[in-house]
């Protein structure tokens, strides 16, 4: 995902009087597989240098200097193109009384939970099991069961029921706002696994963006929610009509004793679902996908 083209190395800079700091500034040139990789992918990945880490090159290690900001900035050249300025200094936070400013601090992560209206997609089979403690246990529950009447019937509408579901928020400031990539991964879902999580259950929502201006610098903060949905955004319909397919491939209309017209529910194939049979869902991809890898990994959780 990230190649690293090169590094420049500066001189050290001599101690200044004032604050009896030695420093030395680096620049790493970096190379990203999709131009929508975030700066903080590109902070946490292995061979760059972290913060507090000392001060090596292809010589020497000088022990008294060690990492104390990085500014990572898109470059002119390339939407792939990325530079990376490492600041090392002699002072480490023990001695060192700065305050931290905005752009170095790391994302503010924030969980929380939502409640929505959903169809119903399946009941307790039968009375619930009690676990060794005495305490009930939804071991019997079955997501492809569809709620339908003793005729085996779908109901119409189908019920709703309240569901919880996670939200993570992640707030981050930035030196300079580049719009594409939120807008990119907006409304979208993850391609692939993200956060230990399968692909398709955390979808991106709108960003939330405004600007920051102190007495020294503006920046901008922004906010982006992820919110998860274990049965993955996919819809998921429930698979009925008003007729089926026949094994001669005909469509045969689902009538009731006095011949009109009604619903029934169909098996995977078209056919008319038995009548002991678990309901079957259509599933639909309806929202496109990225890769969510490209804007943070797990190491926002350190």
């Known amino acids: 995902m990230i190649t690293i083209l090169g590094r420049k190395i500066s001189d050290r800079e001599a101690e200044d009087l004032d604050t009896l700091e030695e420093s030395a500034t680096d620049i790493y040139l970096i190379q990203t597989a999709h131009r929508y990789v975030s700066r903080f992918v ?3 990945w292995p061979g760059l240098p972290q913060v507090g880490d000392l001060y090596v090159t292809d010589e020497d290690t000088i022990g008294d200097l060690r990492v104390k900001r990085r500014r990572v900035r898109p470059s002119d050249d390339s939407d792939l193109l990325w530079e990376m300025e490492v600041e090392y200094s002699s ?3 023990e001695n060192n009384e700065e305050e931290e400013e905005p752009l170095d601090k790391k994302p503010e992560v924030e969980f929380d939970f939502e409640t929505y209206q959903t169809t119903a997609e399946g009941a ?3 009375s619930a099991a009690d676990d060794d403690d005495g305490a009930a246990v939804d071991s019997q529950f079955a997501w492809t069961k569809a709620l339908t009447n003793s005729a085996n019937e779908p109901f119409d509408p189908q019920p709703e029921v309240d569901q919880v ?3 993570l928020t992640v707030t ?4 300079f706002l580049n719009i594409r990539p939120l807008m990119f991964f907006a409304n979208r879902v993850n391609s692939v696994a993200w956060l230990g999580c399968p692909p398709r259950t ?4 709108g960003p939330r963006i405004h600007r920051v201006q102190d007495a020294e610098q503006s920046y901008w903060t922004v ?6 949905n274990k049965q993955t955004w996919d819809l998921q319909i429930l698979n009925q009509g008003t007729y089926s397919i026949d094994g001669a491939g005909d469509k045969q209309p689902f009538v009731d004793a006095e011949g009109n017209r009604i619903v029934g529910l169909l098996d995977a194939d078209g056919a008319e679902l038995a009548t002991d049979a678990d309901a079957t869902f259509e599933r639909y991809r309806v929202y496109r996908e990225g890769d969510f890898n490209f804007i943070f990994t797990d190491s926002i959780f350190l």
């Not at 981050?172 to 030196?175: G, H, I």
């Open 42 to 44: 590109i902070m946490a």
């Open 91 to 93: 002072k480490t936070k």
């Open 124 to 126: 307790l089979l039968d």
């Open 165 to 167: 579901r996670p939200v």
């Open 172 to 175: 981050y400031n930035e030196a």
């Open 202 to 205: 955390w979808k991106m929502g």
């Open 223 to 228: 906010s982006l929610t992820f919110t998860f």
